[in-house]
């Protein structure tokens, strides 16, 4: 399944989907991370697994859900505290 990604942080990320999840449940993730929504050929996706944490209907039918980051590895971890530290430098 695809969605798209809201807030992200370190520890976590909250998802727009098409499809409903329900609390506690655990995936695998994999996010794609851009950079002014241009995506870098030679980046891996961020791959780690998550916990739904909370989730909500929006009013046009998709669900929102807050994902808690789990086991995610340490280079993973350093990707993305990268990626967050180079998207704040932007902003």
């Known amino acids: 399944m695809s969605g798209e990604t ?3 942080s ?5 998802v727009l989907l098409d499809q409903a999840l329900a609390e506690g449940d655990t995936l695998e ?4 991370l851009t950079e002014d929504g241009i995506e870098d050929a030679d980046e891996e996706p961020f791959c780690t697994k998550a916990a739904v944490i909370w989730a909500a209907p929006t009013d ?4 929102m859900i807050g994902l808690r980051f ?3 590895a340490p280079q993973q971890m350093q990707r993305l ?8 430098a932007v902003a």
Not at 10 to 14: E, F, I, L, Q, Y
Not at 60 to 63: I, P, S
């Open 81 to 88: 505290q990268r990626f967050l530290r180079a998207m704040s």
């Open 29 to 32: 993730l994999a996010l794609i």
């Open 60 to 63: 046009d039918g998709h669900t």
């Open 70 to 72: 789990k086991d995610t």
């Open 10 to 14: 370190a520890g976590g990320v909250s």
């Open 6 to 8: 809201r807030d992200l």
